[in-house]
């Protein structure tokens, strides 16, 4: 009966391994799938960060041509300067 029950461990030990092996590579796979995902995070935030600045400068410079009869400056009327 002892070499049946070194034969069944020996095979649980072997099961074992390959299951401790798959496992490794989903860890492997899953961390790169993560560090990927920061990756592209970090790119899409950088390029959302410049078009928001882009806006808000087009929104600032909008603003400023909007205002009819001020100087650039906003400080004084134009028809009151003639």
Known sequence: MIPTYGGVLS???KALQELVE?????RKSLW???EGQKRIGAAMEQRWGSEERRKENR????????????SQEGATPLSASC
């Open 32 to 34: 790169d799938l993560v």
């Open 59 to 70: 929104d600032e410079e909008e603003g400023s041509k909007d205002v009819p009869g001020e």
């Open 11 to 13: 095979a649980i030990k």
């Open 22 to 26: 798959e496992y490794r590579g989903v």
